[in-house]
Structures are given as C-alpha cells and as structure tokens.
C-alpha cells in the first residue's frame, strides 16, 4: 500500500510542476499589470505544438529550449502590438481581447498542425522507469517534477534576491512610487510578460509527452491555471507554487479518494478559496 | 447589412435541378472535426464510385453542438427539401435531431454516433445506423475475453453518456461469461489529462486486465502514460478498439503493441473488396490508412446508392429501401436488422502488433454477424 | 444611469421589424435563425443588467439559464403544462442566480468572474455526468408553450413568439432600471462607497439585482427548450457563457439595445461564415479584438455616440 501513496504522491507532485509552468506567468503578469490573460493556455498550446515541430527536426533537447524561447517571442510580439495598448484598459478588455486570441490561436492550430492529436517523443535518456519506495515511476515524470522544482526555485531567488527582483516586487506593490523612484515600469511589464509567456511555452513542451497535443487544449489548460492564481494569490510565486500544490493535491487525490466528485471538486475548491480568502492565501503586499 | 445576408443564405439554399438531394451533417469544427473529415471523404468515395452525378450534396457543420445541429437538420428538411441526411458523430447532436428526423419522415443514415438507444428504444424506422452502436462493439469483447480464461478486469473510460454506455455493455456481457469486473472508474470527461492516478489504481486492484474506452486526444495520451508506467507485463490492456483506431496509432507508436481491442473495421483486413478500398482510398490519401469513420461514410455513401438503384425515390421509398441493401464491402459482409435498422456486420478482435511499416493491426478472432436485440425498439 | 431614450426606441423597432421581415422572407432557416437570435438576444439582455449595469460581468450565466431549460423540461415531465413549466424555471433560474450572488456578491473584478465560473462549472459537471438528466446525451421531447390564437408549432409562429418575448424581456428590463430599485442597482454599480453612504445596502441590491438577471436567464433557457424541443449540457459550459459576453461586447455594452444587435451579428455570422470556412471563430476572434481596440463601446454605443455628436 505504500507503493500506491508514493506512486499518487509523485504523480501529484508532477502535475503540480507542469500547473506551475503553466500558472507562474498568469499570477505573476497579473499580480504586476493587473492583467488577466486568457490567451496563456493558447501561449501554452502553441510551446507543445512547435516543440513537437521542432522535435521532429532536430530531437527534445533542442525542442526543450527552442519551443519556450520561441513562445517567449510570440507573448513579446503579442505584448508590444496589442496586449500592452489594452492591460490599460480595465479587466473587462483584457479578458475579451484574450478570449478572442484563444479563438485565433485554436484555429491557427488546426490550419497548420491539423485535427488530430500529436505527441512528442522524449529523448531515450529519460525513457525507462526508476523503483522508487517500492512504486515504480517513469523517469520522464521525475524529469518534470525537477524542471518545476528547478523553475520555481530559480523563479523565487530572482524575484528575492535580485535588484531585478526588488524593482519587479517594487512594481507589484506599489507601481506609482516604482516609477517615482526610477523603476521603468513599462519595460518591467514587457519582461514578466516574456518570461511568463516562456514559461507556458516550456510547460506545453514539457506536457507534450505526457498528454498529446489537441487543438483544444488552448482552453482546457486555461481553467485550471487561473484556478491556481486564484487560490494562491495573485504576483507572487510561492503563491503560484502552493496553489499548483493544492490544486493538483485536489485533483489527483479527488480522483483516489472520491471518484464520484472528481469532477465537481476543485470549482468547488475555488469557490471556498474565493469566499473565504478572496485575496488568494499568499497574496503579495499592497497587491489588490 | 440584413439584405446581404439574406441574399447569402438564399445562395447557398436555392434548390438546383437534381434527382436527389442529400444533407451532409458533419462536424468540420470543434473536437469531431477530423472524424467530420473522413467520413465526408469516405461518403463522396462512394458516390464517386458509383458514378452519379444526379446526386447534390449540401453540407452542413454541425460542430458538436446540438442547437447547431438541430438547426441546421431543420434546415436541410424543410428549406433545402433533402431527400435523405446522412452524418452526425455525436450522439448528442443524434438526440437533438430524432424526433424532428421521425416527424418530418426523412430517412437520416448515421455514419458514426453509437448511442445504443437510437437503435434501441428511440429506434425509428426512418433513422438506418451503418456505424456501429456501443452495445454492439463492447458485448463481443466482453465474451470473448471471459472466453480466454479472464477472471477479473478493471474498468476505465471517460465520464460521459457513451463511455457509461460502453463500460456498462462490456461488463454485463463479460460476468455473464464468468469474469468479474473488480472495480472501475469513471474519469471526468474532456479534462482528464493525467490518467497517472487512474493507472496506480488500476495496478493496485489486483485485476488481471485493464479494459478501457478512450478516443481523440484521450486515446493517445492513454496509451502513451500506460506504456510510461510499464504496465503492459502486469495488467495486459484490452480495449474497445477506439483507442488504438488507425487515426492515432501513428502517433502512438509501439506504445501501443500489445493493445487488443475489438472493432467493425480494420484497414489491415486481408479480403479483396477491402484491398481494393484501402487502394481507392490511397490515392487521393497517399501515406494514410483508411479510419473506420472513412469506411462508415463510405458505406453509408454505399447504402444511399444501393437504395437509389434499387429505383427508390423520394424519402418515404428511401426510407423503406436503405434498410434492404446488403453487400459485402471493406469491412465484411453488412446488413441492416430490419428489427432495429442498426448495422448487422462483423466485429474483429484484433492486437496491435508492429509490423514491417510501422504499428499494424492483426486479427485475433472474427466474431461474425454481430446483431444487437431489440432493447426496447418498437417501430410503428 | 440608462435611458430608454428616442435613438434607442427607434433602433429597437427598427431591430424588430428588421427581423420580423426577414423570418418572412427567409423561408424556414430564416425563421429558424430569427428564434435563435431572439434567444441568444434575451440571454445577452440579462447579461447586460448584470455586467453593463451593475458591473458584475459573469461566465455562469450559460449555467443558469441551463438551470431554467432543465427545470422546465422535468417540470413538464412531471405533469406540468408549459405556462405553470415555465413559471417554475423561472424561479429556479431566480433562485440560483440569488444564491450565487449571495455568495459572490462582494467580491469585484476577476474574483467575481471567477466566482461564477467556478459555481457554473459545477452546475454542468453536474449535469454532465448526471443520468436521471440524460447526461450528455440530453433530454428530448419538450413541449413548447401553447397559445389559443397561434400554433407554435409552425417555424413562423414560434419565431414571432420568440420575437414578442424579446420585446417583453426589453421592456422588462428598461423598466427594472427606471424604478427605484433599478436606480439604487446603477448607483451602487456607479460608487458603492457613495451609495452605501446615502443609507443604501450595496451587497443586499446587487444579489438582488443578479436574481433579477438570472430570471431573464431563465426565460431564455425555457425558450431554447421550446424551440430545440431537446437540452444538453453543452449550453452551461462556460465557453457559452463567453461567448455571450462576445456577443454583449460586439453590440453594445450597457445600452439593452446592443445586446439584440450583437446577437444577430454572431448568429447570422456564424451560419454564413461557417458556409465558406470551416475557421469561422477566427472571423469572430478578429471582429472582437478589432471592437475592443476601437473603444469598446460596441457596435451601438459606437452608432449612438456618432448620432449623438452629430445632433448636437
């Protein structure tokens, strides 16, 4: 029986790294702009399609890092031309011209990868499975807890003990003294925009082993992620880490202990969050 | 703005002069758009083959939405004077349109939505089924595996009308036959993307064999995480053949060798008239198999110019007619009961095996002539 | 604060008869995409009281007014005639709308859309996997109303009908916002800090005024049960929802007008466009950024803005 926890544990604790990829650039883009953007889950779809292209051509490792470089890219371009003009606009925008963007990202999708699910193959290093505590577990799973794990560390130590990091906390608290005190607020917005539109990139490339990529998955990755800033708060990323944690708690041990309510539970989850720490639980100071 | 809409709708709604007129409804967006696709390539294949030109398609995207799809049934029905629809992958958009289909006395031949009770107790004599229906597929394989000395199963599929469907005909079938199913789990549907917990359940139930229902991206990613896990030693996996249908095995790759499942259509099928198909449908599709969604509109395609050569015309002699074409097309000799105008046609247990160009299917058993009971059926 | 003013009169008959002609020249799909229209018009009108007039902008409401078409087709099942049927949705859709609101009521912003994202996602899970509901797969064989004068059974009937019950939706809502309750729901919306300072109960009128909204959901579930004579659960998932708010947006947020303009532009876009391209959501996706870029007012706040400047 301890094999069957150690198993759940490690497959809860893989999820909860690809959520965080997913989740770190929404929280953090909305905890500094204010922005909401519902076009991250289309950011995500398109780092698992071009890593997949990319793979075909020259293998996963280049995969790895050219997909989220490359949807890094796409979030700056998509920033300066038109994200940047409407995150002064008001929430109601910006969930709008997101939404519409996930209109044409899925469709853009299906005109050049097609209808049908794709995969990626990982490089055989990390094809195989390791004894674990008695539970056997794929190395490629292990391989992503480490790239979560490694990303919200990396994450966390920029963001504290960097003087980038100051100015971004700086700007997440207080934007109108950051300015007043030299912070150029507008390139910062820029930056976590990039890097958080990477970060997707590289959770679709990463994810594109374990789940095929689909067309779909534009908005089905979407919900769970702004889920996870809801819960752990919003700009900070211990916040994104512990909501990744408890939402991918919530779903695979839903899943174990009450099959029945799988479904129901983390909109259930989020709707306790919502009503009894609206703020989320971590929520960066003087943030909304 | 209004005028010119409407003298765009009229455009395509105007009827032009010929014999008959069918109502293609087929997703071409949205999830079901590849399936959309290929039973739309299979069904004009048909036509082609036969040589007739007096036949006016006029298509229709229903996505998989029902509302879209009623609309546009009435559409077809009332505005274009269709003689005969033929379509529809999702049961829900099936359930959407039955009664208006009975009420307007149109013959509609489903080429994919398996929803047991369109040919069971929602059973209509103008609605013919030339796909397949959940019972129909899951039944066999219930038998046959209790038949190979299966014990004990484990049971997954997504948490929808179908997957419920489909677990429940299989289960039914296999502890009539002495197996018993030691547990089961429905996952949520359309957001399950992880089946890692699932799996780890399965493994610790102690059962002999994990029988699934999966399709589109599901199927993949299924397979994929199964083999990941090295499951494929301790807990052989059985399937209704959806899951390892020609449309992913590409992708799957030898994750799936091993994988048995049963199904109405193989493109691996070693019989001339099958040949002949997967050659046909090669040309214009180099590369690429033949799906059994191609096959399904191909022989509803086959059905409707059975019934017209026949010399039915109109839709109450169509009606009356599809269900008398029999023939022996790619996929077996195929029928339609006249008790439920479902589909009487061979299912193929088969494994998946890799062979000398890729991943390939190879039958196991045929189980011949498989027939569904009236489950409630009564046409008036 | 909202004024049914003479522009807005003027363009909603215009609206109307607009309509009227058209399901009469347009054979049985135009009378077909009129109903439909209508239908999606009256959703959109509900999601305007709550989100252009008390700025509580929701993605359940695709939930809610599936939570009327169901209520509608059980009571029906259950012996009730339509009329009663109806009466019944309408309070069920009122009532969750009402708790709902109960529970979201304070929060703003994106908490609040998360909120009723997360209470409508739960309505459909529900519902999806419920089998006394039919599941996915629907119910089927629902009556549509029955009136003494009028067989609705016929397409041009039944979308007249639709047509009467979006003018009734219009009028009811013009009227909610001019009584004092309608003027106490904008003054909150306006400065709640203001409006609760002048002794009103900010939290109390906007759960009230969300009931309000979900009714209207309600009556445009009922409707889409008559007209579909079958639900499925595909209406409360929340991309239908947004898409209501798609639609909100493309007419005219705030303007009750707006929302019967945008309904017809998507209905009609999406029949048209999906005859010469399978890639008909990237038209939409297009036409929504392009709306928002050019101000956000929507197709008539920007026509009534013009109009304005123009006569003055």
Redesign the interface.
């Known amino acids: 029986m301890t094999a069957f926890w150690t198993l759940q544990v490690l497959n809860a604790l893989q999820h909860a790294a690809l959520l965080f990829l997913i989740a770190a650039g929404l929280s953090v883009s909305?905890g500094l702009m204010g922005f909401?953007n519902l076009a991250h889950g289309a950011l995500y779809m398109l780092g698992a399609f071009i890593g997949i292209s990319v793979a075909a051509q020259t293998g996963f490792w280049v995969a790895l890092i050219a997909a989220p470089l490359a949807v890094s890219a796409i979030g700056a371009l998509l920033y300066l031309c038109?994200l940047g003009?409407?995150a002064r606009?008001g929430?109601?925008?910006q969930?709008?011209?997101s939404?519409?963007?996930?209109?044409?990202a899925?469709?853009?999708v299906?005109?050049v990868w097609g209808d049908i699910p794709l995969v990626l193959d990982p490089s055989a290093a990390l094809a195989g499975r390791v004894d674990l505590a008695g539970a056997t577990y794929p190395v490629y799973r292990l391989f992503v807890i480490c790239i979560g794990a490694a990303m919200a560390a990396a994450l966390w130590l920029g963001v504290n003990r960097t003087n980038l990091g100051a100015a971004l906390r700086a700007s997440v608290e207080n934007p109108g003294m950051a300015r007043a005190i030299g912070i150029r607020t507008e390139r910062m917005f820029l930056l976590v925009f990039t890097l958080g539109a990477g970060l997707a990139g590289l959770g679709g490339v990463v994810a594109a082993p374990i789940t095929a990529a689909n067309p779909g998955m534009a908005?089905s990755a979407l919900?769970p992620a702004?889920?996870v800033t809801?819960i752990g708060g919003m700009g900070n990323i211990a916040g994104a880490a512990l909501g990744a944690l408890i939402v991918a708690g919530i779903e695979v041990f839903g899943a174990v202990l009450f099959p029945a309510a799988s479904?129901?539970l983390i909109?259930?989850a989020?709707?306790v969050a919502?009503?009894w720490r609206?703020e989320g639980l971590l929520v960066a100071k003087g943030a909304r | 703005?209004?005028p010119f809409?409407?003298s765009?709708?009229?455009a395509?709604?105007l009827p032009a002069h010929a014999d008959t007129t069918v109502g293609l409804m087929l997703p071409?967006?949205g999830n079901y758009?590849a399936l959309g696709q290929d039973i739309e390539d299979g069904f004009r294949m048909a036509l082609q083959e036969a040589g007739r030109s007096n036949i006016r398609v006029i298509e229709a995207?229903t996505e998989?939405?029902?509302?879209?799809g009623?609309?546009?049934a009435?559409?077809l029905i009332?505005?274009d004077r269709a003689d005969v629809l033929v379509g529809v992958v999702s049961?829900?958009v099936l359930?959407?349109v039955?009664?208006v289909v009975h009420q307007a006395e149109i013959p509609l031949i489903v080429a994919n939505a398996g929803?047991s009770?369109a040919t069971g107790k929602d059973c209509s004599a103008f609605i013919t089924r030339v796909s397949f229906s959940n019972d129909q597929l899951n039944r066999p394989m219930g038998e046959w595996m209790a038949a190979q000395g299966i014990s004990s199963v484990y049971t997954l599929a997504p948490?929808?009308?179908a997957g419920?469907q489909m677990i429940a005909a299989f289960s039914d079938a296999f502890t009539a036959g002495g197996g018993e199913i030691v547990g089961g789990e429905?996952t949520?549907?359309g957001k399950t993307e992880d089946f890692g917990p699932y799996l780890a359940k399965a493994q610790a139930s102690g059962a002999q064999a994990l029988y699934v229902f999966y399709g589109g991206a599901d199927a993949v990613s299924f397979v994929k995480q199964y083999d990941s896990f090295g499951l494929r030693d301790t807990l052989p996996l059985y399937s209704v053949g959806f899951l390892t249908a020609p449309l992913y095995l590409r992708e799957q790759g030898t994750s799936a060798a091993g994988v048995i499942g049963a199904l109405h259509y193989l493109p691996s099928l070693d019989t001339p008239e099958n040949e002949a198909f997967v050659d046909a449908y090669q040309k214009a599709h180099p590369d690429t198999l033949p799906s059994e969604y191609v096959v399904a509109g191909y022989d509803a395609g086959r059905l409707l110019v059975g019934a017209l050569d026949s010399g039915a015309e109109g839709r109450a002699a169509l009606a009356a007619a599809l269900p008398q074409v029999a023939y022996t097309g790619p996929r077996g000799p195929l029928k339609i009961d006249p008790v439920t105008n479902n589909i009487v046609q061979n299912v193929y247990v088969f494994e998946t095996v890799e062979g000398p160009d890729g991943m390939t299917h190879q039958v196991l058993d045929t189980v011949e002539a498989v027939r569904d009971p009236p489950n409630g059926c009564a046409m008036e | 604060m909202f004024r049914l003013d003479a522009m807005r009169i003027v363009l909603l008959v215009l609206l109307l008869a607009?309509m009227q002609?058209?399901a009469m020249?347009?054979?049985?799909?135009?009378q077909?995409?009129v109903a439909?229209i209508a239908i999606l018009a009256i959703l959109a009108i509900s999601l305007d009281l709550a989100?252009g007039f008390g700025g509580m902008?929701s993605l359940g409401h695709g939930a809610i007014m599936g939570v009327g078409a169901y209520a509608y087709a059980l009571a029906g099942q259950h012996g009730l005639t339509p009329w009663p049927a109806a009466l019944t949705a309408i309070a069920a859709s009122g009532v969750t709308g009402g708790l709902i609101g109960a529970?979201?009521a304070?929060?703003q912003?994106?908490?609040f859309?998360?909120?009723t994202?997360?209470?409508g996602?739960?309505i459909w899970?529900?519902t999806?996997?419920a089998?006394w509901l039919?599941?996915?797969?629907?119910m089927?064989?629902i009556a549509r109303a029955s009136l003494p004068f009028s067989d609705l059974s016929q397409?041009m009937a039944f979308a007249n009908y639709a047509l009467c019950l979006l003018l009734a939706v219009f009028l009811l809502a013009a009227a909610t916002l001019s009584t004092p309750f309608g003027r106490s729901y904008q003054a909150v919306h306006d400065n709640a800090a203001r409006a609760a300072a002048i002794g009103l109960a900010p939290r109390r009128i906007r759960i009230t005024g969300f009931a309000i909204s979900s009714a209207i959901a309600g009556v445009a579930g009922i409707l889409?049960a008559q007209h579909?004579?079958?639900i499925?659960p595909?209406?409360m998932f929340?991309?239908t929802s947004?898409e209501v708010?798609?639609v909100l947006?493309l007419g005219g947020?705030g303007t009750l007008t707006g929302p019967i303009v945008g309904a017809a532009?998507f209905v009609?876009l999406?029949?048209?466009a999906?005859?010469w391209t399978?890639?008909?959501?990237?038209v939409?996706?297009?036409?929504?950024?392009a709306v928002?870029?050019a101000g956000?007012r929507g197709i008539t706040g920007e026509a009534e803005r013009r109009l304005r400047h123009a006569f003055r």
Not at chain 1, 99 to 104: D, N, R
Not at chain 3, 284 to 289: D, K, R, V
């Open positions: 909305f909401v038109l003009r409407v606009l929430p109601m925008p969930v709008l011209v939404f519409g963007l996930v209109f044409i899925t469709e853009l299906r005109i908005v919900i702004l889920i809801v479904a129901v909109y259930a989020l709707a919502l009503i609206p | 703005m209004k809409v409407f765009c709708l009229l395509f709604a071409a967006s758009a995207d998989a939405d029902p509302q879209t009623l609309t546009l009435r559409k009332m505005q049961s829900a359930g959407a039955r009664d929803n009770d948490d929808y009308a419920q429905f949520p549907f | 607009g002609v058209f020249l347009g054979g049985f799909f135009g077909e995409i439909e989100a902008v529970v979201s304070r929060m912003g994106i908490f859309i998360m909120a994202l997360a209470f996602q739960m899970a529900f999806f996997s089998r039919g599941g996915d797969n629907g089927g064989g397409p889409a579909m004579q079958f499925s595909a209406m929340w991309t947004g708010l798609v947006i947020i532009i009609t999406k029949y048209w999906a005859g399978d890639h008909w959501h990237l939409i996706g297009a036409l929504l950024i928002i870029l956000g």
